[in-house]
């Protein structure tokens, strides 16, 4: 399982870094520091956007109320794969106890705040830390072991890696004894697995389909760009002027959305309560509850009861499926995988929840783990300085999640129009 | 030196073809899900209000048998303890660490639960407020009584509840602290599971903590049948 997903994690990383190659920094000069001074940002910056940032977070998302007084403090400094800064954390402290963090970037080519939550960063717990070491350890005596002076390298420092949402890695040059590198390791920390960039070991299923390929990634890549700086340009402005903000942050939840807890797959409970929203306002002749996932997961050819996933093509099929079974052939339902910000407030502003399937999805507020390949209904959003979509995410059937909108490396959206 | 930059650049190119050549093949066939929460995370599935904050480290009142440990503290001492295992070999020899170090350090006892009644009156709050949980699992399960000074409890086992191909195994354990008196607990304690209960999903089996041989001994039984 853990094998599984480091597959993919590497994938997605070849992919950041195929991403990152097609935008335009190759004439950006370069600091000794490792860092683009075209698009660099300061520590010092994402110290004044850490403390700004977790005011507006305070102020806007319940959970998050007790950060109103908190202060910042600089975590850790992270680098990309081309040793450039990519992230700064902060630690959030209040009343000298440290409640959470907070990740800002370090480049304006990506969102200010990367990411959010309560508790502790990976790579401040003793755990994580203590067992990407062991692991470098067994490769170094393995490369004393296979080296023909059986000499033991040298384990130099660890260089936090951060390469987008939860994908922490802590990397380690192995030296030999005149200082020069013999080989360097990098641990992904959340699996505590020794990762390999150049090697991919993905299954790949004998199936086609034409959804997430790479003219769309590419596509998103540059959407994301192009998005954070705007976000960048926004944010200084706002934090020079702070009678800007109340006037450019509007919220919007739609009421009346149950939750269903995972069942079959989370695209059919995704979309089953979308549906289920539907048969409470104006369409009762929709079934809710078990009987619509069963249904819709059938409709929409869930691998069930074996893996539980379901081909994207086949969920806005599924979706219309179930409706004219039940005597509602008016429903369009359609995927977008070219999803903008502009259209989920659309949707959510004319009360049309809908499933958001996402490739490498980011990490919920609440959580420490991310979603992954995951269906979710979003039922709302947060447009401010950073901007967030409200999630009831199959996994808890209590509270509505936070996720802000791009931490993902693909994403498509189902609408669902009576 | 400009021969360097060229090889340079010719080396960056073929590996952004390589590279896109395996984006172009990956990403047209990826599915979605099934969309649980990796292993760190499933601990919390078991665990009422775990996403709201409600979630510490592993008890110490138990030996670590997993990785994937959590617990949930609530009112009048009363605790949840989860030990997630996503290989079915690690769960076996989990559980039978942890049945003998039981049979150790206190008094351990099978006994039925029924939690009926309790379940009903989460299913009914929680439809009031909207929300859908599959519960098809069995409302009365055996499960096995823990009696010792420090802490005192019943353990119970959910074997896959998520899908028949994939290796979820959870051992929970419901208990109170510093009591012995599990009578005077039970009444509590069953409302408890009956919360926990409801976020379990309906596949799989629930049963009570065994042994190894004892559960060697019932899977022979079963095949006779």
Redesign the interface.
């Known amino acids: 399982?853990?094998k599984k997903?480091s597959g993919i994690d590497v994938?997605f990383a070849?992919?950041l870094?195929?991403g990152l190659?097609f935008l335009p920094s190759v004439n950006a000069q370069e600091e000794s520091n490792g860092t683009d001074t075209s698009n660099a940002v300061s520590v010092d910056i994402a110290e004044e956007v850490a403390s700004y940032s977790i005011k507006e977070i305070s102020g806007s998302l319940s959970?998050f109320s007790e950060w109103a007084n908190a202060t910042v403090k600089l975590s850790t400094v992270y680098y990309n794969l081309d040793n450039k800064k990519s992230a700064y954390s902060f630690n959030i402290v209040e009343n000298n106890q440290q409640v959470g963090y907070i990740f800002i970037s370090a480049t304006k080519d990506n969102y200010p705040v990367l990411e959010f939550s309560?508790g502790k960063i990976l790579n401040e717990i003793p755990e994580f830390t203590t067992r990407s070491k062991s692991l470098v350890q067994e490769r170094a005596n393995e490369i004393k072991l296979e080296s023909t002076d059986k000499e033991e390298p040298v384990i130099g420092e660890m260089k936090p890696l951060y390469l987008s949402p939860t994908f922490y890695y802590a990397e380690y040059t192995l030296t030999d004894k005149k200082g020069r590198a013999k080989e360097k390791v990098i641990v992904d920390l959340?699996?505590s697995t020794i990762v390999d960039f150049n090697e991919?070991n993905?299954n790949?299923?004998d199936?086609?389909?034409?959804?997430?390929?790479?003219t769309?990634?590419q596509h998103q890549q540059e959407i994301r760009k192009k998005d954070a700086n705007a976000q960048w340009i926004t944010l200084e402005k706002e934090m020079t002027d702070p009678s800007s903000y109340s006037t450019s942050s509007s919220s919007k939840s739609i009421s009346?959305?149950?939750?269903?807890?995972?069942?079959y797959?989370?695209?059919p409970?995704?979309s089953g309560m979308v549906l289920?929203y539907w048969a409470s306002h104006g369409y009762s002749y929709l079934v809710?509850?078990?009987d619509l996932?069963r249904e819709l997961a059938y409709a929409m050819g869930?691998?069930?009861?074996?893996?539980?996933?379901?081909?994207?093509y086949k969920?806005d099929d599924g979706i219309e499926t179930v409706c004219n079974n039940h005597g509602y052939d008016n429903f369009d339902a359609s995927n977008d995988i070219y999803v903008s910000w502009t259209e989920v407030k659309t949707e959510v502003n004319a009360n049309k929840p809908f499933v958001l399937?996402?490739?490498n999805g980011g990490t919920g507020n609440?959580?420490?783990?991310?979603?992954?390949?995951?269906?979710v209904t979003c039922i709302g959003y947060y447009d401010g300085n950073q901007d967030y979509v409200y999630l009831h995410d199959?996994?808890?059937?209590?509270?509505v999640?936070y996720l802000a909108f791009g931490s993902w490396t693909?994403a498509m959206a189902t609408w669902v129009r009576p | 030196m400009f021969s360097k930059k060229v090889n340079k650049k010719i080396a960056?190119l073929v590996f952004?073809i390589i590279?896109?050549l395996?984006?172009?093949?990956?990403?047209?066939?990826?599915?979605?899900?099934?969309?649980?929460?990796?292993?760190?995370?499933m601990p919390g599935?078991y665990i009422p209000?775990a996403?709201?904050?409600n979630e510490q480290g592993c008890t110490s009142l138990f030996p670590k048998i997993s990785p994937y440990c959590n617990a949930g503290n609530y009112s009048q001492e009363k605790l949840i303890n989860v030990w997630y295992f996503?290989?079915e070999s690690e769960f076996l020899k989990g559980e039978d660490t942890l049945y003998h170090y039981l049979e150790e350090n206190g008094n351990v006892f099978y006994q039925e639960l029924n939690i009926s009644e309790e379940l009903q009156e989460v299913i009914e709050r929680?439809e009031a407020?909207?929300?859908?949980?599959?519960i098809?699992g069995p409302y009365s399960f055996n499960v096995t009584g823990y009696k010792s000074p420090e802490t005192s409890g019943y353990f119970l086992v959910y074997e896959k509840p998520?899908?028949?191909?994939?290796?979820d195994y959870f051992v929970v354990y419901y208990g109170v602290s510093n009591t012995t008196n599990l009578t005077k607990e039970a009444t509590e304690l069953k409302k408890l599971i009956a919360e926990s209960y409801y976020?379990a999903?309906?596949?799989g089996k629930v049963d009570s903590l065994k042994p190894g041989n004892k559960k060697e001994k019932d899977n022979i039984l079963f095949s006779w049948f």
């Open positions: 399982m853990i997903k994938i070849a992919i870094i195929v190659a959970n309560k959340p699996f991919s993905v790949i299923p199936k086609k389909n034409y959804y997430f390929n790479n769309y990634l009346g959305v149950p939750k269903y807890k995972w069942y797959g989370c695209s409970t995704a289920g809710t509850g078990y996932v869930t691998d069930w009861p074996g893996s539980g996933s379901t081909w994207p969920i399937s996402m490739l609440g959580y420490t783990q991310p979603y992954g390949e995951h269906s199959t996994w808890d059937t209590s509270n999640h693909g | 960056l952004l590279a896109l395996g984006v172009w093949l990956i990403f047209d066939v990826i599915p979605i899900g099934p969309g649980l929460p990796p292993s760190e995370g599935w209000g996403w709201q904050g996503d290989d929680r407020e909207n929300a859908w949980g599959p098809y998520f899908l028949k191909g994939r290796d976020m999903n309906g596949e």
